[in-house]
C-alpha cells in the first residue's frame, strides 16, 4: 500500500484490513494519533485523509492506499504553530492531553471548511470527540480564537 504521511511517501505491507491507527502507530512509528475506544466514539485516533477529519481506527488499509494523511505532528511545526495549536496553548485547553491531538485534528477540519464557525458548528462538528477531562468550554474558546486567527482579526 502506498501513503502519503505528513508529505512523506510511504510504501507499507500490511493485511489489507489493518486500521491506519495501527498502520500510523505501529509501522511508521507516528506515536501522536492516539488509541481510544477503537470503534470511532471518542475521536482519539482522528486524523486528516485527503483533507477530511477521518477515525483512523476505522480506515482500513484497502481504505487509505493511495492517501494523503495529515497527523498532529503534520500540522505545524514548534517554530510555525497552526492557529489551532497556537490557541489551544493560549487557552490551556490540555489537562491529561490524550485526546487532544484528536481534538486539534477535529477542530482543524472544522475551520479549514468555516472560519466563522457558531457554536452550533463547533458542537456539531466537535461531537464525536470525548474529553474525559470536561475542558469543552475552553475547547470552544480555542477554536473560536484560532477562527479569529484564520479570518486574520
Known amino acids: 500500500m502506498k501513503i502519503t504521511v505528513n508529505g512523506k511517501a510511504h510504501e507499507v505491507d500490511v493485511e489489507d484490513d489493518m486500521p491506519l491507527l495501527w498502520v500510523l502507530r505501529d509501522e511508521l512509528g ?21 483533507g477530511e477529519a477521518v477515525r483512523s481506527c476505522q480506515v482500513t488499509a484497502d481504505m487509505f492506499d493511495g492517501a494523503e494523511v495529515t497527523t498532529i505532528e503534520g500540522l505545524g511545526t514548534p517554530d510555525a504553530l497552526h492557529a489551532v495549536q497556537a490557541a489551544w496553548i493560549d487557552h ?19 475551520l479549514a471548511t468555516n472560519t466563522s464557525p457558531t457554536d452550533g458548528d463547533i458542537d456539531d462538528a466537535m461531537r464525536g470527540n470525548l474529553c474525559r477531562c470536561g475542558t469543552y468550554p475552553r475547547i470552544r474558546e480555542a477554536i473560536k480564537s484560532a477562527a479569529r486567527t484564520l479570518r486574520g482579526q
Open 30 to 50: 507516528i506515536k501522536g494519533v492516539k488509541y481510544g475506544c477503537g470503534v470511532a466514539q471518542c475521536g482519539a485516533c482522528t486524523v486528516h485523509m485527503n
Open 92 to 110: 490551556q485547553v490540555a489537562q491529561c492531553g490524550y485526546c487532544q491531538s484528536g481534538q486539534i485534528m477535529q477542530a482543524a477540519a472544522l
